[in-house]
């Protein structure tokens, strides 16, 4: 059997397609939605990264603001630029492109920006709602995977989903996700004894670590749907995931690729929370979600 592949590039087109839609709704009651980046320091991939991030705001018809900082720049003065775009009412989003400098303590940023706009999902506040089932913006690669799986339609009530890595950004609230979904979850990590033990049993491997061929046909049963998360190189310098694909791929029944997989639809969720939270400012959320 050679599994379906599951091309993320196409499905977030598709989504962006409806984004673009809120947009022009929202412009015809002159809102425009709006994404600040605060880009700290010159990481190249992260310059990569915010790029991305404009570009698919301005294909949207969005509001984008880069704003750029020397590596040396304080915590305080990093502070006092979020509390600015917190009160800017053009802006509906932010970002502080991680990671930052070993100078500036993440957890004090994410707590910095106003829950009503981390589009990130990564703010306490949005944690705990998603924990408890209320409304709150998803962490968008968790929040991407879940719109891929909704896309071939497959059902997770009562399915074993297990998670291999434990990120506060990625392997932690895509379980609690799953489990929101009616799935049963196992989280594996890094100090998992025999992880294949627990992936053979699942439906749904999803798997997050950041290390190439972490999981090869061996770790899967048969037909089970594979989430590749991971963004590694390989020998050709090629970007490839955690997945050994060429391998997994006859055993299972679909599978994300790397790349045009898991990564264009986590930009993309970014949008449609940016856009989300320039409807809150209407009320225009609800609505949207009814329809
Ligand atoms: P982190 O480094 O924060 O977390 C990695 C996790 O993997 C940890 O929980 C770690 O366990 C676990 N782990 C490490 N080695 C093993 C192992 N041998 N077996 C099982 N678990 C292991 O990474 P992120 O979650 O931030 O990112 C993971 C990958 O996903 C990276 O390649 C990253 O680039 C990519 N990524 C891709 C995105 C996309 O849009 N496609 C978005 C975000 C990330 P422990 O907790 O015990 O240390």
Do not use: W
């Amino acid at each position: 059997m050679s599994a379906q592949i599951i091309n993320g590039k196409e499905i977030a087109e598709a989504v962006r397609q409806d984004i673009s839609k809120e947009v022009q709704q929202l412009r015809e009651k002159n809102v425009v939605p709006g994404l600040a980046v605060i880009l700290v320091g010159d990481n190249q991939a992260s310059q990569t990264y915010v790029r991305n991030k404009q570009k698919a705001c301005e294909d949207l018809g969005m509001h984008s603001v880069l704003i750029k900082q020397p590596a040396d720049l304080t915590q305080p003065d990093l502070i006092r630029k979020i509390e600015e775009l917190n009160q800017d009412d053009s802006i509906h989003g932010i970002l502080v492109q991680l990671p930052l400098p070993g100078h500036i303590q993440e957890k004090a940023i994410i707590e910095a920006i106003s829950p009503e706009k981390d589009v990130d999902g990564f703010h306490p506040i949005n944690i705990g709602r998603m924990m408890t089932g209320q409304d709150a913006f998803l962490p968008c690669t968790p929040y991407g995977i879940m719109v891929m799986l909704e896309h071939i339609d497959y059902k997770l009530e009562g399915k074993h989903v297990v998670i291999v890595g434990r990120s506060n950004i990625v392997g932690k609230p895509a379980g609690q996700l799953f489990l929101n979904a009616n799935a049963t979850v196992t989280y594996c990590h890094s100090k998992t004894s025999d992880l294949a033990y627990y992936t053979r049993q699942a439906d749904v491997v999803v798997v997050a670590v950041g290390k190439r061929d972490t999981i090869t046909s061996s770790h899967i049963k048969e037909g089970a749907v594979v989430i590749d998360v991971g963004m590694n190189r390989n020998d050709e310098g090629k970007l490839c995931g955690d997945v050994s694909f060429e391998d997994v791929k006859n055993k299972a029944s679909y599978i994300t690729p790397v790349p045009k997989g898991v990564g264009p639809m986590t930009i993309t969720m970014l949008m449609k929370n940016t856009v989300k939270s320039a409807q809150k400012t209407l009320n225009l959320d609800k609505q949207a979600m009814k329809s």
